[in-house]
């Protein structure tokens, strides 16, 4: 039979359909039963149609449209037997049916679209039994917006069940741009992802917002579509008993509910048993977590509803949902709906319950801070507490030039009442102050948090941490080991005691990063992914996750996992983004990491242009990431064989730190020794030796006596100086203490980065053991990052020919030779020919 009279009863197939291959491949795995339970405007009865017309050829294909309309089992049986040009019999119609469906020899599909959307428990009974007694050569494909009442266990476990649901049919991005192409639509990335964003993948709702002018889809996402709130309003809306249409039109007004909250607000509407309704009909409601306690409406069905008439009172019911999570120990939702209430009073009385914790948790210190503008400023400057709360806030947002505007108002309230209270309000003072000061970089941070360690009240549990967390970073930043892990475990023992897991990740996070200035990766990698583990039982994202996953990144990166790395790097910088934290600065680095290992010097470049730009857009203080980004511009010049203005750079960099006495931003605290490594290649590269010995020989030895891992490398580049100067038996000496100095702290993937500006050391680097240790049990060398051209010129080199004989051997022009020369200097990061072919016969890249 012909594809075109085979497929005639079908439906018409939408114009400009974009196929879910996605999807149906799922369907066609062999299951006798596949069912497809959504709301209105998923796509279910075209996946149907799609799926059913890619049948064997041998497969009769059965289509029945019951219009989500009421229908008995006789008439099921009617249609059916009509379908099949079969005689109904004087049997039961359920007997009618089981018989009917037990004649047909070739195999079946039997389309059941749009299944009826009220409750029928013997429509429902009798196709459950019916499904049961089908012979193999049945194949049922059921789509609704209710998923009828069946126990299919034994389908289930049999694997003769597939289903889906609104969760599987929301639009990927992929299939979103398929959907574009075939409506020959070129949105901008920015455009493409709002509108996924805001649509949910629903659909309907992206189909209804593409129509209209391209241009003003923007315009659209945020004041909606006329042609959408009528669509909610005939296929959702209409027909739904009222109490159903005024708990949705409420429900829209509310971030997230559960049964309790429900019969608490919608008692005469249905109360806890109204979360079962919604799920039976398939009126959008999304699951937030897997124990079924937690729910929201799909979003674009709730923004269409907040735009209609409210059908009961709002601002009445989100007084009642406040004290109702007030109640709960739910703060932050509590302040939220006293807010939308307007009631400023109870949301500023609820504010001053707030812990400095639970600005750690989710978005909660964005949202703090939206509710600081939000809120009437001389409620805000009410309390000592809600000013010192505010103050803590601006901090973990890394808004530091706001803090002491915000901190001015303290002078109000004193003096106290009594000199202990007085001491105490101002020990609270002193350590915001000492926190402010160690994330402006200021080495007066110490004095001030340890002059509040003295006078905080123990009951100031959460500041007592914050200020040896703050210690513990400025001992970092002064390369002082021992005295940071002092700080951390004090804090971790109080946060432990108070039993606050999110503080202990959060001293864990300082903690990571002096194992990895120590070298000991592994065991910091694992210490990450304990942090994370606790947060992810406790349900806990925010901030503190989001550093921990961007640790991970990093650490996974320098112990050669790419792959794992940029997976750890994306999820953790989303999260960043996502609470506006400051230390995505640290994934965005790691990022131009990557592209320098691997030369790609534009993404490297475009890496450190996001980050200034997100540091800007988050108000963030510069004194957090200037530096820091000025190293990674002299770093990146560097790479480029741009000595000159690396050198510039990082003088810039170091005078600057020095003339300020600032110390090194969180997250970044070996930045000054890092630099003046950094400066010391640069004048290496410049052919200036002994500028590069005299600066390196003390800092090196510092760095050792420090037990930093970056001493390896300062050793193994003053053994270079010294070599080029003709120091052999010093170079020799250098490299050794390198080596030694490695073995205590084995950061070998750090030795091994800067292995390559120290050429003459190779052979000392390729004498058993130091090849297994430099580059794993597996691989006795780098991979070479020379393309076959390079290679060529480089073996040229070593055999002595002349540029112009390698011109002529090679066929190329003089010119060509020196480029290629030049790049094979700077990928190899060296400054003179010799060398380079001095590193890469220690490689094996030459015989």
């Known amino acids: 039979m012909p594809a075109s009279d085979r497929y005639s009863h079908l439906p018409r197939l939408p114009h400009a359909h974009a196929p879910r291959a996605r999807l149906a491949e799922r369907l066609q795995q062999g299951s006798r039963v596949n069912l497809i339970c959504a709301p209105a405007g998923f796509g279910k009865s075209v996946l149907l149609n799609e799926c059913v017309r890619q049948a064997p050829s041998n497969t009769a294909v059965l289509w029945l449209d019951l219009l989500g309309q009421p229908l008995t089992l006789d008439t099921l049986a009617n249609r059916l037997s009509s379908a099949l040009d079969h005689t109904r019999s004087a049997a039961e119609p359920f007997d009618q049916l089981c018989a009917l469906l037990q004649r047909p020899r070739q195999p079946l599909w039997i389309v059941l679209d749009d299944y009826p959307r009220q409750p029928n428990a013997d429509l429902d009974a009798a196709l459950e039994r019916l499904l049961e007694r089908t012979p193999h050569t049945v194949c049922w494909w059921i789509s609704g917006r209710r998923r009828p009442a069946w126990h299919l266990p034994r389908l289930l476990l049999q694997g003769d069940l597939r289903e889906l649901n609104a969760a599987d049919l929301a639009l990927t991005r992929d299939e979103l741009d398929q959907l574009l192409k075939a409506r020959a639509l070129n949105l901008p990335g920015a455009s493409r992802k709002a509108l996924l964003q805001q649509s949910e993948g629903w659909l309907a709702g992206v189909c209804l917002l593409l129509l209209g002018e391209p241009a003003e889809l923007s315009e659209r996402l945020r004041q909606g579509s006329p042609l959408l709130t009528d669509y909610i309003q005939h296929e959702v809306l209409s027909g739904l008993p009222e109490p159903l249409r005024e708990a949705l039109c409420l429900l829209a007004h509310l971030p997230r509910f559960n049964a309790e909250l429900c019969q608490l607000l919608l008692a005469e509407q249905g109360g806890a048993s109204l979360l079962d309704t919604l799920a039976q009909q398939q009126l959008f409601l999304l699951p937030l977590d897997s124990q079924g306690q937690w729910y929201r409406l799909w979003q674009p069905l709730a923004e269409c509803l907040r735009r209609l008439p409210a059908l009961l009172p709002i601002k009445q019911s989100h007084l009642l949902a406040c004290q109702w999570f007030a109640q709960q120990g739910l703060l932050r939702e509590a302040v939220e709906h006293a807010v939308w209430a307007g009631d400023n009073e109870i949301a500023a009385a609820y504010l001053q319950r707030y812990g400095q914790d639970q600005l750690l948790i989710g978005h909660s210190v964005a949202q703090f801070l939206h509710w600081r503008s939000a809120l009437p400023a001389e409620l805000l400057r009410s309390t000592p507490r809600l000013i010192t709360l505010q103050a803590w806030a601006l901090i973990i947002c890394a808004k530091l030039d706001d803090v002491e505007p915000c901190l001015a108002p303290l002078a109000n309230f004193l003096p106290q009442p009594d000199a202990t209270r007085q ?78 897991s999110l503080f202990e990740a959060l001293l864990s996070v300082d903690w990571v990063h002096l194992l990895s200035l120590q070298g000991h990766l592994a065991r910091g990698l694992s210490l990450c992914q304990q942090a994370l583990n606790s947060l992810e039982q406790h349900s806990v994202r925010g901030p503190v996750y989001a550093r921990l996953l961007l640790l991970k990144g990093q650490l996974l990166d320098s112990r050669q996992h790419p792959e794992e790395a940029r997976n750890a790097l994306t999820h953790g910088l989303r999260e960043a983004h996502s609470c506006e934290d400051a230390y995505l600065l640290l994934g965005y680095m790691s990022q131009v990491e990557q592209a320098l290992a691997l030369d790609l010097f534009d993404q490297a470049h475009d890496a450190l242009r996001r980050a200034e730009r997100q540091m800007q857009w988050l108000h963030v203080s510069p004194a957090r990431y200037r530096q820091v980004l000025r190293y990674g511009h002299a770093w990146l010049a560097l790479q480029q064989g741009q000595a000159e203005q690396a050198q510039s750079i990082a003088q810039q960099v170091l005078g600057d730190m020095a003339s300020h006495t600032q110390l090194a931003p969180s997250g970044f605290y070996d930045l000054i020794p890092r630099c003046t490594v950094l400066l010391a290649q640069a004048e290496l590269h410049l052919n200036q030796p002994a500028a590069c010995a005299a600066r390196l020989a003390p800092l090196a030895a510092q760095l050792r006596q420090q037990g930093m891992a970056l001493a390896s490398a300062a050793y193994l580049i003053y053994g270079q100086a010294l070599a080029v100067q003709g120091d052999s038996q010093g170079a020799q000496q250098a490299w050794h203490s390198a080596l030694s100095h490695a073995e205590s702290h084995p950061h070998w993937p750090l030795l091994r980065h800067y292995a390559r500006w120290a050429p003459d050391c190779h052979s000392l680097l390729s004498q058993a053991p130091w090849p297994e240790r430099l580059h794993g049990q597996q691989q006795a060398s780098q991979a070479c990052p020379l393309s076959e051209r390079e290679c060529d010129v480089l073996e040229r080199i070593a055999a002595g020919d002349s540029n112009q004989q390698i011109a002529e051997r090679l066929f190329i022009s003089l010119h060509t030779v020196k480029t290629h020369a030049r790049r094979i200097n700077v990928k190899l990061g060296v400054a003179r020919r010799t060398q380079a072919v001095a590193y890469a016969k220690a490689q094996g890249w030459l015989g």
């Open 423 to 500: 001491r105490q309000l101002l020990a609270q003072y002193q350590a915001i102050q000492g926190v402010l000061s160690r994330q402006r970089g200021l080495p007066d941070a110490a004095q001030l948090c340890g002059e509040a360690l003295a006078y905080l009240p123990r009951k100031a549990w959460s500041q007592h941490i914050l200020c040896h967390q703050a210690l513990a970073q400025q001992a970092l930043a002064e390369q002082q080991l021992g005295l940071a892990e002092q700080h951390i475990e004090e804090g971790l023992r109080q946060a432990r005691e108070s039993g606050n």
